[in-house]
């Protein structure tokens, strides 16, 4: 047997409570003891349990397949996760059921890697094996995995040469070493052809790498991008729209060793790559990269974690910098990796703030009109030179959402107290959330009876644009429909954030509409992820030497737009982390919210015993009949506070409390 099927050295096992069941014989009689990782998602019961071997399952019974227990009477799945030559528990243990496959597919890195985010994350083993581990397709295990093309030749990259140290740091990939960058992307760069680079270098090594994108769009950018750098069958994408088979056989190619490349949107932080030299990931303030289900991981973290495990090389890339970035090259964890001020300026196109008091003294019509007078006049000069036009809006939608227009207060519905909102220019008002219709609706402050728009969304801008521009064709890119390309040529492009197709040739000009909606959030990330939203709007137009503009509808003296203006997001996240540091937020400090009913969170957090240093705020009412806690502690003690909870969740567990309680370690909307 290889090591790998030796044993998954490295995961926790405490003190294994066998379960009695048919066939159970004393753990003396034999020396064939299986220590499996049942899937219970249960807290109390996160911990592995010994099984005895059958005889006729000793061949397939190897560390990492799948089988079947008996536990508390019923059959239930788990992962075979060592075998021991004799069990400490002191009972009668029961027998493996049968292997379900002999396929080894939880690998020890992997299962290390899973204990390790399920322990910083207050969360179970069995949480993190769900997203780690994709679903059996029998016809896909079965069949051949196709060997990979030949390897690819170790081409130069002399688009790297624009950054400062970059040529270095494919050097260093190229060498077998494990260099660690933050990389801030030129605008306008070709990043996904950056990163297949990136990846070629560290092929090159005879290592593998692991490459996590936010959305679909990306990863068919970045799927093509390496499959002309790499060759044919060097590489694997990962994704949910790949159906349960094609899916299966792919991650199987990955854990056989046939392909060392994977990548993929936030479920490919787990994929099993054999030798992993280099993890990259694209755009982490993007918040699809934050698992749904619990433990609610981001994949920055778990990729972070698993590189510090593997030894692997870092690539955390953007054209912006979160904090959680800037903190890594604070504490030289990871180097940056930019470009120097000549070529930002060179790359970057001309941009300009409109709706300040300034701009409204001198454009009247700027403080009411869709479309201030610059914007239009930029509009205009790109489509007369041939060149499309980007125009983000923050909301979807017609009329997202709707005010009284004699008092300005918002327009509630009579039922449930609902947002009202106009879905197209002859509808009726109706509830966002529960849909009733509102066509008698009357103002509950004053009586009024019309109604204004409050924000306007994407398809309303698309439609008044139309007027503003006859005769000039104007695409949509949103929920219904997101574009992945659009032709060169003129056009207006409505679009929302992270909805923005690309152009070829890029654009000639970019309208950034409503910088309030993005600013003016209830949120500590606001302002951070304005300036990521505009910025990747920004990277998709032409540089100012080919005559691209953008437009910025925001106050020019806030601190965020100052950073879009002289394309700067380093300094920003510098500012931003100083700030989160000085009033105690993350990065800077570990963080945690319990939810749930308030005797439900009252009850968990006198089960939990909190470190020293625990600083709870709150509660805060979230939603009905339900409250919020916040839990602060310093970053030293994130460990201690995960293990707190989670021992609490476990004594709820066990004592079959039915409130539900979530808890979420570092979550990224606190306010």
Known sequence: MTDDQLSLGGVATPRPRGKRGRGAVEPAETLSVARVSVDLPL?????????????????????????????????????????????????RLAFLERVVSAEPVLSAEIGRLAREIADRAAGTLADVLRLAVPPRHARAEKAATPEPGPAPADLPSPAWDRYDTGP?????????????????????EDWPARVADAVAACASSGRGAVVVVPDARDLDRLDAALAARLGPGRHVALSAALGPEERYRRWLAVRRGNVRVAIGTRAAVFAPVADLGLVVVWDDGDDLHIEPRAPYCHAREVLLVRAQQSGAAVLLGGFTRTAEAQQLLGTGWARPLAGPRAEVRAAAPRISPVGDDTDNARDAAAASARLPTAAWRA????????????????????????NCERCRAPA?????????????????????WCGRLAGDWSCEHCGGRRLRAAVVGARRT??????????????????????????????????????????????????LLDGWALLTRADLRAAEEALRRWSNAVALVRPAARGG???????????????????????????????RTELGFPPAVRMASVTGAPQAVADFLALARLPESA??????????????????????????????????AGVRSARKETAPVRVEVDPTELL
């Open 412 to 432: 509630r519905c009579a039922a449930c107290q609902g947002p009202l909102a106009l879905s197209g220019g002859r509808a009726v008002p109706s509830c966002r």
């Open 168 to 188: 270095a740091y494919l050097a260093a990939l190229a060498a077998g070493r494990s260099p660690r960058a933050v990389w801030t992307a030129l605008p306008g």
């Open 43 to 91: 807290p109390h019961l996160d911990r592995p349990f010994d099984y005895l071997v059958p005889a006729t399952a000793d061949a397939d019974a190897v560390p990492g397949a799948r089988v079947r227990v008996r536990f508390a009477g019923q059959l239930v799945d788990g992962y075979l996760l060592e075998r021991v030559a004799a069990s400490d528990h002191g009972g």
């Open 379 to 402: 509009a205009r000069e790109s489509l007369n030179a041939g060149a499309p036009v980007l125009v983000q809006v923050p909301r979807r939608g017609y009329l997202p959402s709707l």
């Open 462 to 511: 698309a439609e008044e644009l139309g007027r503003a521009f006859p005769g000039v064709v104007v695409r949509t890119s949103g929920r219904e429909e997101v574009l992945s390309r659009v032709p060169a040529g003129p056009a207006l492009v409505v679009a929302t954030p992270g909805a923005e197709p690309v152009a070829d040739g890029g654009y000639g000009a970019a309208l």
């Open 549 to 579: 503009r953008v437009i910025v509808h925001a106050d020019g003296a806030v601190p965020v737009v100052q950073a879009l203006i002289r394309s700067d997001p380093g300094w920003y996240a510098e500012r931003e982390l100083a700030e």
């Open 615 to 648: 600083d709870t705020l709150g509660p805060v009412p979230v939603g009905e009949d339900a409250e919020r806690m916040l839990l602060r502690v310093p970053r030293a003690d994130g460990r201690a506070l995960a293990a707190a909870l989670h021992a609490a």
